[in-house]
């Protein structure tokens, strides 16, 4: 029985097929095109940032962020004495001013609260509503935009001496700001608040109904829980007596909880109060210890959403 032969010319082509075929997937970057599978697909989406603050308070003042449909926010608010003021009052601890406030999360977008102080025994309520929301993907937005409308009425009897007639409307405050802010990466984040707060009657008949004034705040991570936070107003016009709101604090993150820690030269906690009521001064001394604690509950489980609230 004869033995099949292969031709070797068969065999050459064949050797020289598949060397062709294998350079050439030699020359294919798997890795690479995984890569532009994930950029085609990333860019079919939006990516939210999140977290740019850890609250919805940064340390006073309001932050970007807001309270998710369906949150309830018990917060409590205090600040202690000036530490200047030594050792007679525990340098400042044997003093308290406070506020407790409930914020709710009626959507996404929109949040609302009431809450009362302490200090001039003050009641507030405000509203804030997302406007932008920082993101990537197929909707490129490189910052985040709230309105924050805020509503004060002070309870504190009226002095007897007066000479002028004060109506119960004079009681009224009001404030609205713009609050814009931007995460540049997971360590930083910054925001500008542009904030006009209008007096119903000003104590001293001169000043002028409409203050404004430029808030600025960060946020600077430290580790995975703590966070060092700071807010600074700068008032274009100045109540006389009156000075400047600084804060600086750190953000505790543990568990459910929010504990925040800072100093301040601000004893009241609303926006009328801290930012053209603030009579401490850091040089001098007229600091004040405090801490906001925020605990959230969840109140109405939220509708799975079918599109991207942007």
Known sequence: MKKKVINPYILLVVVQLLF???SRAQNVDLFKLQDEEDKKEKAQKTDIVTAIFKTTRLVNGQSIENLGEG???????HRFGPVNEGAYNFFGLDQATMRIGLDYGITDRLMVGIGRSSFNKEFDGFAKYRLLRQSTGKIEMPLSLSYAVTGIWQSLKDPTTTTINIHYTDH???????????KFNDYFSLQLVPTLVHYNIVPVYTNPNDF??????????????VNLTGEYYYQFEKLVGYHNSLSLGFDIETGGHVFQLHFTNSTGINEKSFITQTDGQWGKGDILFGFNIARVFTVVKPRTANHVNW
Do not use: E, N, V
Request: glycine share 6%; proline share 0%; net charge positive.
């Open 172 to 182: 009224f405050y009001f404030a609205h700001q713009l609050i814009i802010a931007r």
């Open 212 to 225: 404004y004034s430029m808030g600025i705040g960060f946020r600077a991570r430290i580790s995975k829980r």
């Open 20 to 22: 062709h075929f294998t």
């Open 71 to 77: 949150l309830l926010d018990l917060k409590i608010s």
